[in-house]
């Protein structure tokens, strides 16, 4: 079960770029890379998921360097609506079905 | 559409007390999931269903913990014997295929407490 590192918090201002990263060095071969969204009294919703290289959405872009040991959610012009708690996950493609969400990271938007 | 729905949104429990948690998954969801989120904790899998059967329930703290998909639809959780330990956010999410790389849709939680 591949393991994820976050930044407990991070604080940025309305406005700018923000980028998370998550380390997981022992991912494996068939583990995808999944990103949700946290916030306060609501269940988790899903940002975006990728297997290598870069994926982009309406909401954000996930960077992935070849070796896959880390991760990279960008949120460009974030807004004081960003204020949530981000999980990394990694999960297997077809028969693992734990996701280990650990802590995530804080991210504060300051106006 | 409706998304994935959860019952009750509280629940207070004593000491010693069985509470049933019910999650209504999103129609013609084949996956559903269990989690539990103590507060300030990432959630904790519990569970996995594949339509009605348990594929993984490796996750459950102990025996006092189980759960059901009988129709392969609605699900419910059963914690038998509550502990003050129990005391925890509970989410279930569905997804649409087989697979934990699937998009998985939460319900707002069950916030239980134990007394």
């Known amino acids: 079960l591949a393991k994820t590192t976050q930044p407990i918090s991070m604080d940025s201002y309305e406005g700018q770029e923000v980028n998370i990263t998550c380390s997981h060095n022992?991912?494996?071969?068939?583990?995808?890379i999944t990103w949700y969204q946290q916030f306060p009294s609501q269940g988790p919703r899903f940002i975006i998921q990728g297997y290598k290289t870069k994926v982009t959405n309406e909401v954000a872009s996930l960077f992935i360097p070849a070796d896959r040991k880390s991760s990279t959610l960008s949120l460009p012009r974030v807004s004081l609506s960003d204020t949530a708690v981000y999980y990394c996950l990694v999960g297997d493609m077809g028969t693992g079905n734990q996701f280990y969400f650990g802590t995530g990271t804080s991210l504060t938007v300051i106006p | 559409g409706a998304g994935v729905s959860q019952s009750p949104r509280y629940k207070v429990a004593k000491r010693g007390q069985d509470v049933a948690l019910r999650c209504d998954p999103i129609?013609?969801?084949?996956?559903l999931f269990w989690y539990q989120q103590a507060l300030g904790q990432g959630p904790e899998f519990l569970t996995y269903?594949?339509?009605?059967?348990?594929?993984?329930k490796s996750g459950l703290p102990s025996d006092r913990f189980f759960a059901e998909r009988p129709e392969g639809s609605v699900s419910t959780l059963k914690i038998q014997r509550t502990q003050q330990e129990d005391s925890a956010v509970y989410l279930c999410?569905?997804?649409?295929?087989?697979?934990?790389?699937?998009?998985?849709?939460f319900g707002p939680g069950t916030r239980l407490t134990v007394l």
């Open positions: 269903f594949q339509n009605e059967a348990q594929l993984d």
């Open positions: 022992n991912i494996a071969t068939n583990d995808y």
């Open positions: 999410a569905s997804s649409l295929a087989e697979g934990s790389y699937n998009e998985q849709f």
């Open positions: 129609s013609g969801h084949v996956s």
